[in-house]
T-cell receptor, first 115, second 111 residues
Framework: ETGVTQSPTHLIKTRGQQVTLRCSSQSGHNTVSWYQQALGQGPQFIFQYYREEENGRGNFPPRFSGLQFPNYSSELNVNALELDDSALYLC??????????????FGPGTRLTVL | GQQVMQIPQYQHVQEGEDFTTYCNSSTTLSNIQWYKQRPGGHPVFLIQ???SGEVKKQKRLTFQFGEAKKNSSLHITATQTTDVGTYFCAAAGSGNYQLIWGAGTKLIIKP
């Protein structure tokens, strides 16, 4: 196991609602990235946090937001849920800072279903 | 934006046959990483390639990085049922802070 945990494992919401997903990084890892993985596709980068600040963002609207806390755990918040937001949400922590060259350690993911 | 193309989307093999997946980019890559995702699981890091022409082996898995650092391949010799899953390549994107992922190749073992 990677030591990265996510909660909850599954979640069902309805359109227009808001959701918060949580991630606890592997000990000592100061960088966390969030990904959305639709069924049958590769992970899509949402954003990355390094030392509590957003370090980079993919092509996702502002209703996707996040936080990283001093203990390096983090949250992904999604407002005004849409049906297309149904996906597996993965967080990945890495030990050496905000570099794409760093190995990423993934959590088990949260499966979000929007009805 | 930067894209990483991965083919094929699926590969059906008999147990014991070989499997290969390919990743291509139109731009030079600083590195490429390979991950495996089992059905219902999450991506697990396999390896990172950095140098032009680099070849790395892990038991029955052979990873190659092209001389121009624009393509990469993963080859599995004599597949086993434990190899089932989707194999992804991922490369550092612009700004070097994110990974750009291929669409994955799903390895299916025929019964």
């Amino acid at each position: 196991e990677t030591g990265v945990t996510q909660s909850p494992t599954h979640l069902i919401k309805t359109r227009g609602q808001q959701v918060t997903l949580r991630c606890s990084s592997q000990s000592g890892h100061n960088t966390v990235s969030w990904y959305q993985q639709a069924l049958g596709q590769g992970p899509q980068f949402i954003f990355q946090y390094y030392r509590e600040e957003e370090n980079g963002r993919g092509n996702f609207p502002p209703r996707f937001s996040g936080l990283q806390f001093p203990n390096y755990s983090s949250e992904l918040n999604v407002n005004a849920l849409e049906l297309d937001d149904s996906a597996l949400y993965l967080c990945a922590s890495s030990p050496s800072g905000p570099l794409g060259t760093d190995t990423q350690y993934f959590g088990p993911g949260t499966r979000l279903t929007v009805l | 934006g930067q894209q990483v193309m991965q083919i094929p989307q699926y590969q059906h093999v008999q147990e014991g046959e070989d499997f290969t997946t390919y990743c291509n980019s139109s731009t030079t890559l600083s590195n490429i990483q390979w991950y495996k995702q089992r059905p219902g699981g999450h991506p697990v890091f396999l390896i990172q390639l950095v140098k032009s022409g680099e070849v790395k082996k892990q038991k029955r898995l052979t990873f190659q990085f092209g001389e121009a650092k624009k393509n990469s391949s993963l080859h599995i010799t004599a597949t086993q049922t434990t190899d089932v899953g989707t194999y992804f390549c991922a490369a550092a994107g612009s700004g070097n802070y994110q990974l750009i992922w291929g669409a994955g190749t799903k390895l299916i073992i025929k019964p």
